[in-house]
């Protein structure tokens, strides 16, 4: 073998050796970090933080009334079934009646302007309200016969029931103030053309407030699905029965049959019950507390 191979050979084995010594000492370097990462205790992850408080109010019955409360249906039209629909003109003008009488019982101020008119309203319009009345037994006795009267009073009852809502009270006192001066301003013979309009203004703040509760349910259904337990969205707990409608309105040349003119209507006031004591009447009535479980 000459010098210069001898000399290459040399050289690569050199070469060889380094590359050998380099790669094993790599080896040894990641051997060793190897053993020190399994050896090492991993870091714990940061927890995680709670959700956000969501700060909320659950959704209260309007104008103080009571949770649980039943509310009627709506009919065809979208107003609430009451005991003033359908009425006609007589029957209007004696619904009108009643209402300012609760308004009177119960719309207590200054002077208490709604039990003063009433006074005067049955003093200044005595006559018309005497007709209007005597058409409104008419109507009875000929859809009812001799359970006219019980009828009459039945919805009489469901009638002053609808107006002594408590929660509708402090709306429903000025609109039967305003109504109330309106009627003692007009003569008798506008009074009964004047009443459907009476009637529909006297009803409207129930009307409102059935709306504005049928609202609170909805939202304090979808509070509690949010917030709480699974709930059924429903308009109503318990819906009312409808309300009796009164009869059709008949004319001034209607005669009673005998055996009905015979009955003595007892007069308010004077102590004898409207309804005979061996009758039951069972009124639907608007719930004042919740009921019990």
């Known amino acids: 073998m000459s010098f210069p191979d001898r000399y290459s050979s040399q050289r690569d084995l050199k070469l060889l050796s380094r590359a050998a010594y380099r790669r094993s000492w790599q080896l040894a370097c990641l051997t060793t970090l190897a053993l020190v990462a399994g050896c090492s205790t991993p870091k714990k992850a940061p927890p995680t933080p709670p959700p956000p408080l969501v700060r909320t109010i659950k959704p209260l019955p309007p104008m103080g009334a009571v949770e649980g409360m039943s509310i009627p249906d709506v009919d065809a039209s979208g107003s609430y079934l009451t005991p003033n629909r359908g009425v006609t003109a007589n029957t209007a003008l004696w619904h009108v009646r009643m209402a300012l009488n609760v308004a009177a019982l119960s719309c207590h101020g200054v002077n208490e302007p709604a039990r003063l008119q009433y006074n005067q309203i049955l003093h200044v319009h005595q006559a018309v309200l005497r007709e209007a009345n005597a058409a409104v037994d008419r109507n009875y006795t000929a859809a009812y016969g001799s359970g006219g009267l019980q009828s009459r009073e039945l919805l009489n009852t469901v009638v002053y029931n609808f107006f002594s809502l408590p929660p509708v009270t402090k709306s429903f006192c000025p609109v039967a103030i305003e ?95 409207l309804v005979p004591p061996t009758t039951r009447v069972i009124v639907p009535t608007f719930p004042l507390t919740k009921p019990a479980k």
């Open 179 to 273: 109504v109330g001066a309106k009627i003692l301003a007009m003569p008798s013979n506008q009074l009964l053309a004047y009443a459907p309009e009476a009637l529909t203004a006297l009803e409207k703040p129930f009307q409102e407030f059935y709306e504005a509760y049928a609202d609170y349910l909805r939202r304090l259904a979808e509070w509690q699905s949010r917030f709480g337990g699974t709930v059924t969205v429903v308009v109503s707990p318990t819906p009312l029965p409808p309300p009796p409608t009164p009869p059709k309105e008949l004319g001034a040349g209607f005669v009673p049959p005998p055996s009905v003119a015979s009955i003595p209507r007892p007069q308010e006031g004077s102590g004898a019950p």
